[in-house]
């Protein structure tokens, strides 16, 4: 007989940006303003990450688009190969997202798209320690995430290729 699984994902939502810790909520606004740096004139989505260190380097990415489409690239993506570039050995403790549509002051929530949760999960098994993840929520609220595991349940990794 199939049984059926229940997977569980853990998700801790904050009401507000006041209920973030200092550290937290000044990540979430590098990320804020990261999204002020997008190149986005196809979609008019402004996305930002910040990626804070163990270094405590702060690591900025925004969308960067493309008259040809697929070759753009999501913020989180930006920051993270940013990251690796810059301080390839370096922990990543958290990233940041955030989101508005151009020339708004309201930032709207946003969820990693798939590819980005691939990738940021790929550097979560390199350095064998969890990446936290800062999102803003529905109504203003904040998620906040202790591992990319709980946005990739089932992953692909480099075990899966059994080489
Ligand atoms: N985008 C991101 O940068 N991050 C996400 O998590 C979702 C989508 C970008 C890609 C594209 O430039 C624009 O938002 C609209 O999809």
Sequence with gaps: MPKTHQLQIQITVFENENELSKQDLF????????????YAPYSNFWVGAAIELQNGEVIWGSNQENAAYPSGLCAERTAIFSASVR?????????AIAAKPKGS???????????CRQVMSEYENKQEKPIRMIMEGADKSIYILTSIADLLPLKFAKESLNL
């Excluded at 990540?27 to 997008?38: F, P, Y």
């Excluded at 301080?87 to 990233?95: G, R, V």
């Excluded at 002051?105 to 590819?115: H, K, L, Q, V």
């Design 27 to 38: 990540l979430l606004n590098e990320a804020r303003k990261a999204s002020e740096r997008a």
């Design 87 to 95: 301080f390839p050995n370096e922990i990543i403790k958290t990233i």
């Design 105 to 115: 002051n309201d930032f709207i929530a946003i969820s990693p798209c798939g590819s």
